[in-house]
């Protein structure tokens, strides 16, 4: 009775069982949504977002927040992309600089958080503005289409098996979004990185007190959210035909939102990944599900904004419950 009764009260649980009735909902209304091109599409498109939301999950886990993830990710997409455009970049070389600039925008955001005090919420506001700035700076960029040398980072996140229309896509992206999923849990539980993360959000001064180098640990976290934000900039392009200047603010919402949804505590202390990758799906099956049931851009955001409420409010009378 008491092991129902804990998994019942996992909101990660909770959350799986949103996905599969929201998957029931748009199946027996959408012949569409049933077919397996929206299903690939569906994932191709949740990739950015979920690195993007394994990243800003430890932040999120210290009480912080960071809202340059989603220009800095077009940002970094957009000058990897130019270089190979006008500078001859080989493809490597500019996944390689997405993974360094993410480094450089996290740490920049570490620096001004942890060491220099700045409120989170201001700091990471002020670089989504010099990221989406500097984005602006370039030119719309195509990275290299699948018929061009270096295209084959393409079939990183899917890779296409036979020619015309008895070719099968295969989302190879999915195996690797697991896998770091995995990895990234185990380093939250397992390592003195992701305990101490936890617990700065749980008490900072006490963190502190217990001889825990807070502003190192504090300055990682942001480190690890730039890594990933890299990281999501090589995906974005990937399956983004044309990477648009100018672009980028608001996506982190969506990142930001899937890690409230499965679990992380608004005020810090508690998450998970495995909580971050299930909450993900759930905003990644409105946007991509109610277009299909008749419902537009407007009413995707009210109801995603809706979803978001319930979740914050769960977490609330969860910690109202444990006081």
């Known amino acids: ?175 690797w979004m697991i896998l770091l999923v995995i990895l990234m849990e185990f380093v939250l539980f397992h390592t003195k990185f992701g305990r101490y993360t936890i617990a700065i959000g749980s008490n900072k001064e006490a963190a502190a007190l217990s001889g825990i180098n807070v502003k190192f640990y504090h300055v990682m976290v942001y480190v690890v959210c730039g890594l990933f934000t890299g990281l999501a900039a090589i995906a974005y392009a990937a399956v983004t035909p044309t990477v648009q200047p100018g672009t980028g603010a608001g996506l982190e919402m969506d990142a930001i939102g899937g890690v409230f949804v499965g679990g992380v505590a608004a005020s810090g202390g508690y998450g998970s990944v495995v909580g971050t990758f299930v909450g993900i799906f759930v905003i990644m099956l409105l946007k991509t599900g109610l277009p299909y049931i008749g419902l537009q851009a407007n009413w995707q955001q009210i109801i995603t904004g809706v979803v978001l409420i319930v979740a914050v409010l769960i977490d609330i009378l969860k910690e109202k419950k444990n006081a």
């Open 1 to 175: 009775m008491t092991k129902k009764k804990s998994i019942l009260s996992d909101q990660r649980f909770i959350v799986v069982l949103v996905i599969i009735v929201l998957v029931a909902i748009f199946s027996g209304l959408s012949k569409e949504f049933r077919q397996y091109s929206t299903i690939l599409s569906m994932l191709d498109f949740s990739y950015y977002d979920l690195l993007m939301a394994i990243g800003v999950t430890f932040p999120l886990i210290t009480g912080g927040v960071d809202l340059s993830i989603g220009t800095g990710m077009v940002c970094y997409a957009l000058i990897s992309g130019t270089l190979i455009r006008n500078n001859g970049l080989p493809v490597v070389a500019a996944m390689l600089l997405c993974i360094v600039l993410g480094l450089v925008v996290g740490l920049l955001n570490g620096v001004l958080i942890g060491v220099m005090n700045l409120p989170p919420f201001l700091a990471t506001l002020c670089t989504c503005m010099i990221t989406r700035g500097a984005g602006s700076l370039c030119s719309a960029t195509p990275w290299p289409a699948l018929t061009q040398e270096g295209g084959w980072f393409h079939s990183i996140f899917k890779i296409t098996v036979g020619t015309g229309r008895s070719a099968d896509r295969y989302p190879l992206g999915f195996l």
